[in-house]
């Protein structure tokens, strides 16, 4: 059982940066592949990011791709999305979700709001 918790999201001006932090819970979230999807209003949810439970591999969508960054930190049971030169257009709610290798994202965190202004 994993729960999960994000926080560091606000308000930026375009340009600016932000990290994310999902904090998890349970040892298993070392285990697991982590992920950062994302949903704009009136919009379906989107892929971001993913990375593997020892950070080996890491996957971003094209539209972010160059500005994101993600990590973890499996000792401090902790996701990271850092984020650059943000864009009007990453305005949305983020989610971080987490999944064991091979299966589906069946742990999903309530999710931080990402606002970007120009």
């Known amino acids: 059982q994993v729960q999960l918790v994000e926080s560091g999201g606000g308000l930026v001006q375009a340009g600016g940066s932000l990290r994310l932090s999902c904090a998890a819970s349970g040892r298993t979230f070392s285990t697991y592949t982590m992920g950062w999807f994302r949903q704009a209003a009136g919009k379906e949810r989107e892929f971001v990011a993913s990375?593997?439970?020892?950070?080996?591999?890491?996957n971003y969508a094209d539209s972010v791709k160059g500005r994101f960054a993600i990590s973890r930190d499996n000792a401090k049971n902790t996701g990271y999305l850092q984020m650059y030169s943000l864009k009007p257009e990453d305005t949305a709610v983020y989610y971080c979700?987490?999944?064991?290798?091979?299966?589906?994202?069946?742990?999903w965190g309530q999710g931080t709001q990402v606002t970007v202004s120009s």
């Open positions: 979700a987490a999944g064991m290798p091979g299966f589906q994202y069946n742990y």
């Open positions: 990375i593997t439970w020892d950070a080996r591999s890491t």
